[in-house]
């Protein structure tokens, strides 16, 4: 398992940019907002990002969007983190707002699915119909969009990515980097917008870490009580 000070070191970040209407604003702000992301991972010591894996987090933002992005460390294999990232029909795993999940598209783990998620009592929304973008299983890649629902998040997209990271014993860990884009509703600030989205998919990749961390110790327990039986 990594040690004290690599855990302690990577708390979830929240990474703002405004891309100004501007083409050459547009692409200051985008490698602006890639070289945070790079700085967090070089910190995690974590594989950097290839450039054709690193695009996916340069979003596109309107005038009237925001986006951001939230890096987590987990003590877990890419392997087994990826194992359950993927599962785009089975999001309440490990996200705790998520009450339910229904695929009405498709089998929930192709490109153009479409999942209907009902949400937790007490959040602004009631469900949300999502549409899977992306699923690359070699770079680790997943993107989802709402394109419905009863909420207040439209044109929201998201680009999850995974990156090896290692500490100093050499057991090998995960960074997830979650970024998004949305629409900034009526009423509220780009800053309100995206505090509040971030502390969604903070609490989320926290239950991630959680979740697969603890999936990786009963593993060891399971496989350590298989060769005591032997």
Request: charged share 20%; aromatic share 4%.
């Amino acid at each position: 398992m990594p040690s004290t000070p690599l855990k302690s070191s990577l708390q979830p970040h929240r990474i703002n940019t405004m891309i100004c209407s501007s083409q050459k604003q547009q692409q200051s702000s985008r490698t602006s907002y890639l070289d945070r992301v790079h700085d967090h991972l070089t910190a995690a010591r974590a594989t950097p990002i290839p450039e054709t894996v690193g695009r996916y987090h340069a979003h596109e933002v309107g005038s009237n969007q925001c986006c951001s992005a939230v890096i987590q460390v987990i003590d877990a294999p890419v392997s087994t983190v990826w194992s359950v990232v993927r599962r785009f029909d089975n999001p309440q795993a490990y996200k705790s707002f998520i009450k339910s999940c229904n695929v009405i598209r498709g089998n929930g783990c192709q490109v153009g699915c479409v999942r209907e998620v009902r949400v937790v009592s007490g959040l602004p929304a009631a469900t949300s119909t999502e549409r899977l973008e992306i699923l690359d299983d070699e770079r680790h890649i997943l993107s989802f969009s709402m394109v419905g629902g009863d909420h207040r998040l439209s044109n929201y997209r998201s680009v999850t990515t995974l990156h090896p990271s290692s500490n100093n014993n050499g057991s090998t860990g995960t960074v997830v980097v979650e970024s998004y884009v949305v629409d900034v509703p009526i009423g509220n600030t780009k800053d309100d917008t995206c505090v509040f989205v971030d502390t969604i998919v903070k609490c989320n990749l926290q239950s991630l870490a959680s979740f697969t961390e603890n999936l990786v110790v009963r593993n060891c327990s399971s496989a350590a009580s298989s060769v005591h039986h032997k």
